[in-house]
């Protein structure tokens, strides 16, 4: 760990290792396997990129996503790491020169896309090749039941047949008890040491709120909170990304498009608009994000529910890498829940495979209706737990309004019951508020008990009725019957009486306007700032890599309070190695200086 302690200092330019990084780093490099479970921004990358530079030979890192391994290679060759890829980007010629240079050992590290670590050539070549380690990157990707679902990842048990003396290490920041159990099976990882940090990040201000007017409530959060930054708004279809994102664009946003559906030069050109550039908003499905190491995402947005809370948490995750205060902003409604639960119905897959996304969308449907700690319910969803509830969510720092809704909740269900489980929630609330037309005489609806005894509640109040209802489990939306709702077991004892219901109460339109964008530090000279982030823009511009692969703001920040003036005080900033000291150093004492 000596060695380990000093790469940490002249590579990477960081001080110390946060816990437990120290003791993964040492198991790796002791050659023992490692399943590592730690938050996005936790620091997963050095608990396999400093036992490769310890250990002899070369590093290979599976990860699932070819567009990221390059911004991934450059900023390893930033800090004077000898890493490359293998991709199908490279031509013949390319690829064999990185071949080259593995077998004769000029490599520290490699990253490899699965469907090429598959291949028996692929394989082949790393029995000749010395290898320090294996790192198995999003490693949820080999759960049937994760949310990104990727079949190369199930082959990858295959390491440890071929190469049972080289350690390996599956890394993720997402996955429930159910999901550590597959990556444990289909690794074949039962052996390894399982390091489970705090899923908890504290600077993401976590808010849910019921979708009224989308468009309006996404452009009053823009416009009051982020104007100016750098963001990602998922949306459940490829058509609606297009549209938000023109519709942004309108707006005078600069936004662009993501999608599994656009041309890949174009897909490429966005995300690296979105690494390179300031103040990008992409607009995206879930095909975006994964692995993206962009600090300073100050929100993510969801227009749509997502159908896992392990989707959510990944998607939110996404926001803040930095530390800086971040927003995970959501809006939603049944028809969200609907529209999922379709396509799950529809889906290859089998039956135990849609029942357990059922359990899975019933638990996302829950933390939005939630009236405690967002935090707290999302943190024990994964076996974490919060000392006390976090200040930092909506429910916290707004608590929901609620209201005894055990007779709404009657009625509700019985107008189920009286009309045959047979219709959905627009008629069953024309019965409760006594409508008179052609469908309701149809089926001599105006004959039931139930009818007209709703007029107490508008329209908007009777479907958070049912939402809430559904949400809860005392209903349930048949498919089959066309979003039909179905009363559940649960709901007899409210029925009969014997059993009570608080209801949230829904405030139309309501959004926190609590501001995260924070001003810089009273402590930091603003022109001077400038100053270095206009020379950070221009060296990433000239070597075609994201600002943030020069510095991170952190390091701005601290050089605009400590004012290194010598190449030694300069190499004291964290985020400053041997390598961007003697690379960049002269450049921004020089900035410092002109600017003094």
């Known amino acids: 760990m000596n060695d380990a302690q000093q790469i940490l200092q002249s590579v990477f330019g960081y001080e110390s290792f946060r816990d437990p990084q120290d003791a993964i780093i040492q198991t790796v490099i002791d050659g023992g396997d490692a399943l590592v479970l730690m938050p996005t921004g936790g620091g997963k990358s050095l608990c396999y990129q400093i036992p490769a530079l310890v250990r002899h030979g070369c590093g290979v890192v599976i990860s699932p996503l070819i567009a ?4 991934q290679v450059s900023a390893m060759r930033q800090l004077g ?6 991709n199908s980007t490279l031509d013949a010629a390319e690829a064999r020169a990185v071949e080259r240079d593995l077998l004769s050992g000029e490599l520290d590290l490699l990253y490899i896309a699965p469907e090429r670590l598959t291949q028996e050539r692929c394989l082949a070549l790393f029995e000749q090749a010395d290898i320090a380690l294996f790192a198995i990157d999003e490693a949820h990707c080999v759960s049937q039941w994760g949310h990104d679902f990727r079949a190369d990842y199930l082959q990858l048990s295959l390491l440890h047949e071929r190469f049972p003396a080289i350690p390996r290490i599956a890394l993720t920041a997402t996955a429930d008890a159910r999901t550590r159990k597959e990556i444990i099976l289909r690794l074949d990882l039962a052996e390894a040491r399982q390091f489970i940090a705090g899923f908890d990040r504290p600077n ?4 849910i709120a019921l979708k009224t007017n989308p468009r309006s409530q996404l452009l009053r959060f823009l416009q009051d909170e982020h104007p100016q930054d750098a963001g990602i708004v998922y949306c459940l279809s ?11 664009q309108q707006q005078g946003f600069n936004a662009l498009p993501y999608h599994a559906g656009l041309p890949p030069a174009l897909r490429a050109t966005h995300q690296a608009r979105f690494l390179r550039e300031e103040g990008v908003i992409v607009v995206a499905t879930i ?8 600090p300073d995402v100050r929100f993510v947005a969801h227009l749509d ?5 392990e989707s959510y948490y990944q998607e939110t995750g996404r926001a803040g890498r930095d530390g800086e205060p971040a927003d995970a902003w959501m809006i939603y409604g049944l028809q969200d829940v609907i529209k999922l639960r379709q396509m799950m119905a529809t889906s290859d897959g089998s039956e135990e495979h849609k029942r357990a996304e059922q359990h899975r969308l019933n638990a996302m449907l829950g933390l939005c209706e939630i009236t405690s700690c967002r935090r707290e319910s999302l943190l024990s969803y994964f076996g974490d737990t919060l000392a006390q509830p976090c200040g930092n969510c ?6 929901v309004d609620t209201w005894d ?6 009625k509700a269900l019985s107008v189920v019951y009286r009309t045959g489980q047979r219709f959905g929630v627009n008629h069953l609330i024309e019965v409760l508020r006594g409508a008179d037309n052609d469908k309701i005489r149809q089926f001599e609806h105006h004959t039931l008990s139930t009818y007209g005894v709703g007029k107490e509640l508008d329209n908007t109040q009777w479907r958070s009725v049912f939402r809430q209802l559904v949400a809860r489990g005392y209903l349930s939306v048949d498919l089959a019957q066309f979003g039909a709702l179905r009363l559940e077991e649960k709901c007899r004892p409210l029925l009969r009486g014997e059993q009570g219901i608080e209801l949230r109460r829904d405030a139309a339109g309501k959004v926190a306007r609590q501001q995260t964008k924070t001003a810089l530090p009273a402590d930091i000279d603003v022109g001077l700032w400038e100053a270095l982030r206009e020379c950070r823009r221009q060296l990433a511009e000239e070597q075609g890599v994201p600002p943030y692969v020069i510095f991170h703001d952190r390091s701005l920040k601290e050089m605009c309070v400590i004012v290194p003036r010598t190449p030694l005080e300069f190499g004291h900033i964290t985020g400053v190695g041997q390598r961007k000291l003697d690379k960049y150093g002269s450049a921004f004492l020089r900035v410092i200086n002109d600017y003094l």
């Open 394 to 399: 909506d429910t916290c720092l707004e608590p």
């Open 305 to 309: 529910m997502p159908k896992t809370v």
């Open 68 to 71: 990221l391994m390059q911004d």
């Open 81 to 86: 790491v000898r890493a490359s890829y293998l």
């Open 238 to 248: 490829r058509k609606k990304t297009e549209e938000i994102a023109l519709w942004l």
């Open 287 to 294: 095909a975006f994000g994964m692995g993206i190491d962009k």
């Open 204 to 207: 993401i201000r976590y808010r």
């Open 405 to 410: 809704g055990t007779e709404a909740a009657r």
